[in-house]
């Protein structure tokens, strides 16, 4: 059983710029969510997806968007950087249903995203 | 609005010593709660969880208790080693909720 996978571990934009994160669920997991870590901070909550839908949605802009496909890999798109999106971006997959009670999220190594 | 609060780090200990890193929850209804722990370079891993009053979760030695009257899940660790130094998060996720709630995170520094 592979666990989650993220890619690329390291990316430097400069502000203006669109981004790319992917992300492989853990095999059997339906739910991805997506969190983004400032330095010395906790994780904050960016969206979350099941079976291909947003399935709810935390304090950040709509350029911030994502995807989630049939094989339950997704992507974060983050549109017209800001230097304030430098951060660890985390994935997490999950066997949720629906939105019942949210099962134990299991994290990728995460992408360090470094705007200029 | 829910929210999780932990001690503020970093927290310092000799090799072997007894470890507590407080965490206190805000929360509707009974929330699942979580340790995970970051090690350098690394992500985010599942220490342990409970989900409803007084549960006890474990591993790798460490333990923690969820108190509903308390509103607390403090971790607790009876002998540390130098291999226990990274960063620990507590969270909560609530079952009418869809997100986990995070604290902000206690540095631990175990010296030989």
């Known amino acids: 059983e592979t666990g989650v996978t993220q890619s690329p571990t390291h990316l430097i934009k400069t502000r203006g710029q669109q981004v790319t994160l992917r992300c492989s669920s853990q095999?059997?997991?339906?739910?991805v969510s997506w969190y983004q870590q400032a330095l010395g901070q906790g994780p904050q909550f960016i969206f979350q997806?099941?079976?291909?839908?947003?399935?709810g949605r935390g304090n950040f802009p709509p350029r911030f968007s994502g995807l989630q496909f049939p094989n339950y890999s997704s992507e974060l798109n983050v549109n017209a950087l800001e230097l304030d999106d430098s951060a660890l971006y985390l994935c997490?997959?999950?066997?949720?249903f629906g939105r019942g009670p949210t099962e134990t999220q299991y994290f990728g190594p995460g992408t360090r995203l470094l705007v200029l | 609005g829910d929210s999780v609060t932990q001690m503020e780090g970093p927290v310092t200990l000799s090799e072997e010593a007894f470890l507590t890193i407080n965490c206190t929850y805000t929360?509707?209804?009974?929330?699942?709660l979580f340790w995970y722990v970051q090690y350098p370079g690394e992500g985010l891993q599942l220490l342990l969880k409970?989900?409803?009053a007084d549960d006890k979760g474990s591993n790798k030695g460490f333990e923690a208790t969820y108190r509903k009257e308390t509103t607390s899940f403090h971790l607790e660790k009876g002998s540390v080693q130098v291999s226990d130094s990274a960063v620990y998060f507590c969270?909560?996720?609530?079952?009418?909720?869809?997100?986990?709630?995070w604290g902000a995170g206690t540095k631990l520094i175990i010296k030989p």
């Open positions: 997490a997959s999950s066997l949720a």
């Open positions: 095999s059997g997991h339906n739910t």
């Open positions: 997806y099941y079976r291909e839908e947003e399935n």
């Open positions: 929360a509707t209804g009974y929330p699942s």
């Open positions: 409970a989900t409803k």
């Open positions: 969270a909560a996720a609530s079952d009418s909720n869809y997100q986990l709630i």
